[in-house]
């Protein structure tokens, strides 16, 4: 079956203003997430993942602003000319989001029957009416004992049933996307394992369509069937889980998976990459990776790569595209 688009992204560009400085976080994204699918978003902390997330939902706050671009969302049309009536109902009752410390986003003044309560009362014309009935339907998706977490304050809760509460809330109104940012970060190895079970569970059932962030290659290849791989603010390699990890194009995917342990069976395969990303308030011109990149050349200090086909619905973004993949060079 083909894919259906859900949300698409065309040349957004988000800046950070604060003082004299300003950081493009991301800057020049095309992507597509397609219905029903896992999309996974991963690169280094800083690459701006967490800001294309918010992007999405238009939670960039003033002095910051999405300064380019398009975002489309099925029928509603264009979410960046949205009126502010729209814009609410949009959020929640179509794309959600789960942030990244779920776990402190919870208000710890507010049982989670109250939270519950207070998203369906902001949103009346929701198909929800009755929210304990609901939350505690999804407190059951997520393998949490309603009787138990209804009535708990956030600190009563684990890690763990916090995100996991967090998730239950973000899937309140039925929105046809969730965003997931690092739902694993926080957790314990186990913990993580049973956020991953869940959240594979949540799809089967509802089929929602799925944005998962995440620095960990590993926690993609578990769950997504796409991977957007993301360097200083662009997307440098985009297609399935098993090409992006069978044959990653991008030095930067390469890298990253050099990074991931035992994912081919090595033991204490686990390498940083070497460097920094690059300071996004004084890019060089060129390719964004170059200083980090071990077949940099000199059209790579001089030309910025675009994405280009390299296989079916999988682009990378290099000057390199014709060099033996890094990963059998670096051993
Ligand atoms: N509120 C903010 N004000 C100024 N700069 C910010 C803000 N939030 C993020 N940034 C900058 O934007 C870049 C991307 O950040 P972020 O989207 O959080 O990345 P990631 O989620 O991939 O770790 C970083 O350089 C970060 O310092
Ligand atoms: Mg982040």
């Given at each position: 079956?083909?894919?259906?688009?859900?949300?698409?992204?065309?040349?957004?560009?988000?800046?950070?203003?604060?003082?004299?400085?300003?950081?493009?976080?991301?800057?020049?994204?095309?992507?597509?997430?397609?219905?029903?699918?896992?999309?996974?978003?991963?690169?280094?902390?800083?690459?701006?993942?967490?800001?294309?997330?918010?992007?999405?939902?238009?939670?960039?706050?003033?002095?910051?602003?999405?300064?380019?671009?398009?975002?489309?969302?099925?029928?509603?049309?264009?979410?960046?000319?949205?009126?502010?009536?729209?814009?609410?109902?949009?959020?929640?009752?179509?794309?959600?989001?789960?942030?990244?410390?779920?776990?402190?986003?919870?208000?710890?003044?507010?049982?989670?029957?109250?939270?519950?309560?207070?998203?369906?009362?902001?949103?009346?014309?929701?198909?929800?009416?009755?929210?304990?009935?609901?939350?505690?339907?999804?407190?059951?998706?997520?393998?949490?004992?309603?009787?138990?977490?209804?009535?708990?304050?956030?600190?009563?809760?684990?890690?763990?049933?916090?995100?996991?509460?967090?998730?239950?809330?973000?899937?309140?109104?039925?929105?046809?996307?969730?965003?997931?940012?690092?739902?694993?970060?926080?957790?314990?190895?186990?913990?993580?394992?049973?956020?991953?079970?869940?959240?594979?569970?949540?799809?089967?059932?509802?089929?929602?369509?799925?944005?998962?962030?995440?620095?960990?290659?590993?926690?993609?290849?578990?769950?997504?069937?796409?991977?957007?791989?993301?360097?200083?603010?662009?997307?440098?390699?985009?297609?399935?889980?098993?090409?992006?990890?069978?044959?990653?194009?991008?030095?930067?995917?390469?890298?990253?998976?050099?990074?991931?342990?035992?994912?081919?069976?090595?033991?204490?395969?686990?390498?940083?990459?070497?460097?920094?990303?690059?300071?996004?308030?004084?890019?060089p011109?060129g390719c964004r990776f170059q200083?980090?990149c071990?077949?940099a050349?000199?059209a790579c200090r001089?030309r910025e790569p675009?994405?280009?086909?390299?296989?079916?619905?999988?682009?990378?973004a290099c000057l390199?595209?014709?060099?033996?993949?890094?990963?059998?060079?670096?051993?």
């Open positions: 079956m083909d894919p259906t688009p859900i949300l698409q992204i065309e040349r957004l560009a988000v800046e950070y203003h604060t003082g004299r400085t300003v950081v493009r976080a991301v800057d020049q994204i095309d992507l597509t997430l397609n219905r029903g699918e896992i999309l996974g978003l991963v690169g280094e902390s800083g690459c701006g993942k967490t800001t294309l997330g918010h992007a999405l939902l238009r939670m960039i706050e003033k002095p910051h602003r999405i300064v380019g671009g398009r975002i489309w969302f099925d029928n509603l049309g264009e979410v960046l000319e949205m009126n502010k009536a729209s814009l609410s109902r949009y959020r929640w009752e179509h794309i959600a989001y789960v942030f990244q410390s779920a776990q402190n986003a919870l208000n710890p003044l507010l049982t989670v029957r109250q939270q519950a309560r207070l998203v369906i009362q902001a949103h009346p014309g929701g198909k929800y009416r009755d929210p304990d009935q609901r939350m505690t339907e999804l407190l059951r998706m997520v393998n949490l004992d309603p009787r138990r977490v209804l009535t708990a304050y956030p600190h009563e809760l684990s890690g763990g049933m916090k995100q996991r509460v967090g998730v239950a809330l973000a899937l309140m109104l039925d929105p046809e996307v969730i965003v997931l940012d690092e739902p694993t970060t926080a957790l314990d190895v186990v913990s993580q394992a049973t956020i991953l079970e869940i959240l594979r569970d949540v799809h089967q059932r509802l089929n929602t369509t799925m944005m998962f962030i995440t620095h960990d290659m590993a926690v993609v290849a578990e769950l997504a069937d796409r991977v957007a791989v993301m360097y200083a603010g662009r997307i440098v390699e985009l297609g399935s889980v098993d090409a992006v990890f069978y044959t990653a194009r991008h030095p930067y995917t390469q890298a990253l998976m050099a990074a991931v342990p035992s994912l081919d069976g090595r033991p204490g395969g686990l390498r940083a990459i070497q460097g920094h990303p690059p300071d996004l308030r004084q890019l011109p200083d980090r071990p077949l050349v000199e001089v675009l994405p280009v086909p390299v296989g079916d619905g999988h682009e990378a390199r595209l014709d060099e033996p993949p890094l990963k059998e060079v670096n051993q």
